[in-house]
């Protein structure tokens, strides 16, 4: 009896992870959604805001940012790079946006889908940065937010990694005409992490946070709108 009710919870763990390899990049979580945004309006200016779980949680905790601003919530907690990279055009390109807000890299560090170079991680947000100006789509590159540890993967120091991204997005945000986005520097503490007052575990901003970023932004996409990109 015991064999036959462990082969049945095996078969069901194994197409449930099946399921999730089929669309690794995340690309069916906005596809109905994107489906229902309709053409731009002529004169508005629309933007899309892509990333993890500090750009996912975002509209939850203040959605009228959103929805007054005309702008559009493409986040999904957990991923790295690579996968925004992967949905990049049906998120981003598709939807004609006129700038697109581009938050990532702190999943990378943690290694939620394994080890990185830091070369990867850079590699794959300049692709996306690239393939938004092939597109005609101004370019927002946000700093990593602050995080000096990981609730989720306690082994790891974040703090030099973030500041070594950091770095290498500002620079290349400067070279080609991009707009650099700094939460980092209005955000972090003494140990170049999220303090208590802007966040519960030290990663995901709370809405104070978010308040913190929010000005931030607008004035990053306002520059970005009226730049020759």
Known sequence: ???KLIIPTL????ASAMAQNK??????R???????VPEPVKGSKRVVYMGDSITDFWVNNDSTFFKSNNYID????GQTTGQMLVRFREDVINLKPDAVVI????NDIAENNGPEKLDEIFGNIVSMAELARANKIKVILSSVTPAAAFPWRPSIDPKEKVKALNDLLKDYAAKNNFVYLDYFTAMADANRGLP?????????????????MEPLAQK???QALKSKQ
């Open 1 to 3: 009896m015991k064999t």
């Open 11 to 14: 078969l069901l763990l194994s």
């Open 23 to 28: 669309d690794w990049p995340g690309i069916r």
């Open 30 to 36: 906005y596809e109905q959604a994107n489906s229902q």
């Open 74 to 77: 493409r986040g999904i907690s």
């Open 103 to 106: 938050l990532a890299g702190i």
């Open 196 to 212: 208590t007052e802007l966040s519960k575990d030290g990663v995901h901003p709370t809405l104070a946070g978010y308040k913190v």
């Open 220 to 222: 990053a996409i306002a």
